[in-house]
């Protein structure tokens, strides 16, 4: 048949469904009928018209009503609402036992600190320092025993105490993965604290005046800092007590828990930091009844909602009590790579399919990856051996300058740098490798024939990515941010797909930009989980400002390095480097832990746009036509 004389017999029916499709009153019976018609005639033309307008044209109307039919539905308000009104407290219901823990384990801490500052009077120096109880004792004296509030302006002392708050809040709950130790230790420092604190206001007759003051802002403050504590605690139980679940997937679903509380904590957090910047600034001029009542409706609103309206809503749904606690830890064997994910689902499946690659990707890093980074570090660090005797601001940045060489100091730095950008290129044509190959055995030989097709296409298209993170200053980062999307897909492009370089090289562009959303939120999410991950390790407040320096807040690396420096100061002078050269060990485990992570996302995204633009899954559909058995299933429809 003529193509002229096709069109003609069939323009009607093509029209009919366009305006069918718009149309939001349609007849869903006339529509399905008339995309059963266009998908075949869209079969038709791709054998007779292979290159003619009009099967671009049908694969359009096809390929419009697949996009459309897995379109991502966006988020309403009303399901925001909802978990707020019934998920969250849920949460809390089912965590409650956890958090009654905390509260008594805090109140007893306090009474500690009560108890040991009646037995020794010197006791709150020791938990609060000479200068702090010195400058108390003069407020005192002078009538003023509060004035502390009063010293800062307004809008600085709000940015600060809500900041601390903060970081106090989530390091409670984060240090609670340790076995809940960590936890209990933040629960005791601080309990002692407020104990001792107390009973010191006590013993100079000021118990009430100091009680107003403090419980202002306190009543959301320290009950912030209990229930994060709960919340660190119900994380911890989930590896303490798996139950039947395996351990990570007990923590899986205990953490997901742990978080949605500490989330709930941060509206009470800030207004904690506004009460004692704005209110308890102006605590002189306050009358008596508004404290009063300013404290008790504090008090009644963390009663309401983290006690009596959590088991209101427990009552209300008791169905659901036990609904959301049972986790989907099936496994699931295969990936379909012709399928368009939302975010959601890219960072889900990445997850599943680096547990998958794993085993691949440890045999490449372990024989090729390490062995070279090694060599650049122990090059890197004979070149500033100097520099390595010191202790630096944020530790992490620096090191990351000197391992890699972005200080660029000599001509050695130079030339490292450039042979990073090749280790980054292996890394990330390893990790498309092993996912194009995830139902395949391990073959040297296929790796190094990947390589040599692509490898020098995902080192040129991963290059700026890579040069802008490396080189630009953190305060432009934070506007690079929103540029890194447009070249987010082009290193996959170039590892993934088929056809000439220029046409690889072009797609990925093409891609990165229609895809740009979607890598903007997924950049943000691996950011928000890199630092979250990194805390332990390199906290943002443990800042060095010399080396002699003790950081605002230790974390676990800078005891770790302690420990390292100990050891080395008994054979060296230097010990220092040594204490260093670790942090430059752990910093190169956490890289390549993660960065295979962020790599995945970006072929999971690369797989979607393609399948929005070349529809290969419908097409696979097409090919599936007629293959179906009536009376029995076959492989067909189970892919």
């Known amino acids: 048949m003529k193509e002229t004389k096709f069109i003609e017999q069939n323009k009607k029916k093509w029209n009919r469904f366009e305006e069918l499709y718009e149309s939001k009153s349609n007849n869903p019976d006339e529509l399905s009928d008339l995309y ?42 009303r399901r925001f609402l909802d978990v707020w009104k019934i998920s969250l407290p849920l949460e809390i219901y089912r965590s409650r036992k956890s958090l009654l823990f905390a509260l008594v384990a805090f109140c007893v801490y306090a009474l500690i600190g009560v108890v040991t500052t009646m037995i020794d009077p010197n006791f709150p120096r020791v938990v609060m320092g000479d200068g702090y109880v010195n400058m108390t004792i003069e407020n005192i004296q002078n009538g003023n025993p509060l004035k502390v509030y009063e010293d800062t302006d307004q809008m600085a002392m709000f940015v600060n105490i809500t900041t601390n708050n903060m970081k106090v809040a989530f390091l409670t709950f984060f240090v609670g993965f340790f076995f809940t130790i960590g936890t209990h230790m933040m629960l005791f420092y601080n309990g002692v604290m407020l104990g001792a604190f ?105 009663l309401f909602f983290y006690v009596f309206y959590p088991i209101y809503v427990a009552r209300k749904y008791p169905e659901l009590i036990d609904r959301e606690e049972v986790g989907n830890f099936q496994e699931r064997k295969g990936f379909n790579f012709h399928k368009i994910r939302g975010s959601g689902e890219v960072l889900a499946d990445s997850f599943r399919m680096y547990r998958t690659i794993f085993q691949k990707l440890s045999r ?51 030339l490292i740098f450039t042979i990073w950008t090749f280790v980054f290129a292996l890394i990330f044509s390893t990790v498309f490798w092993a996912m194009q190959s995830t139902d395949e055995e391990f073959s040297w030989k296929q790796f190094f024939n990947y390589l040599k097709k692509r490898f020098f296409g995902i080192w040129l298209a991963n290059l700026f990515f890579a040069l802008s993170c490396l080189l630009l200053p953190w305060y432009f980062l934070l506007f690079a941010i929103f540029l890194l999307p447009f070249f987010f897909l082009n290193a996959a492009a170039m590892g993934i797909s088929n056809g000439k370089f ?33 805390q332990p390790i390199a906290l943002v407040f443990s800042i060095h400002n010399s ?3 003790e950081p605002e807040m230790r974390d676990l690396l800078d005891m770790l390095a302690d420990f390292v420096k100990r050891i080395a100061m008994i054979y060296t002078d230097d010990y220092m480097v040594w204490a260093n050269f670790f942090r430059q060990f752990v910093y190169i485990i956490f890289i390549l832990g993660l960065l295979p992570l962020l790599i995945i996302t970006m072929g999971f995204g690369y797989f979607s746009e393609r399948e929005k633009t070349e529809v290969m899954g419908l097409r696979n559909q097409f090919e599936k036509f007629g293959k179906r058995s009536n009376t029995q299933e076959s492989k067909v429809d189970f892919e």
């Open 36 to 77: 059963m018609d266009i998908t075949d005639d869209l079969s038709y033309a791709q054998t007779f018209y292979r290159r003619r307008t009009v099967r671009v044209y049908l694969n359009k109307l096809a390929q419009t009503v697949y996009t459309g039919v897995h379109k991502q539905k966006g988020e309403s308000i």
């Open 198 to 302: 107390q009973y010191f206001f006590k013993a100079k007759g000021l118990l009430i005046t100091s009680f107003l003051g403090i419980w202002i802002h306190g009543a959301f403050e320290i009950s912030a800092i209990v229930l994060a504590g709960g919340a660190g605690i119900t994380a911890g139980n989930g590896l303490l007590f798996p139950g039947s679940y395996t351990r990570l997937q007990s923590l899986q679903l205990s953490t997901k828990r742990g978080l949605k509380i500490m989330m709930s904590l941060v509206p009470f957090i800030i207004a904690a930091g506004f009460l004692e910047s704005y209110v308890t600034h102006n605590y002189q001029n306050l009358p008596e009844w508004s404290k009063w009542t300013l404290i008790l409706f504090s008090f009644a609103f963390i």
């Open 364 to 414: 490449v890093f372990i024989t090729i990856v390490i062995p070279i980074i090694a060599v650049l570090v122990v090059l890197q660090n004979s070149n500033h051996y100097d520099l390595q005797k010191t202790q630096y601001w944020y530790d992490w940045a620096s090191q990351l300058e000197f391992m890699i060489g972005y200080c660029f100091i000599n001509g050695q730095d130079y």
């Open 502 to 534: 220029k046409e690889r090289f072009r797609k990925g562009f093409r891609y990165s930009k229609q895809h740009y959303g979607k890598s903007l939120v997924l950049l943000l999410i691996l950011i928000c989980l890199t630092a979250i991950i990194l």
């Open 547 to 549: 080396w002699t320096n």
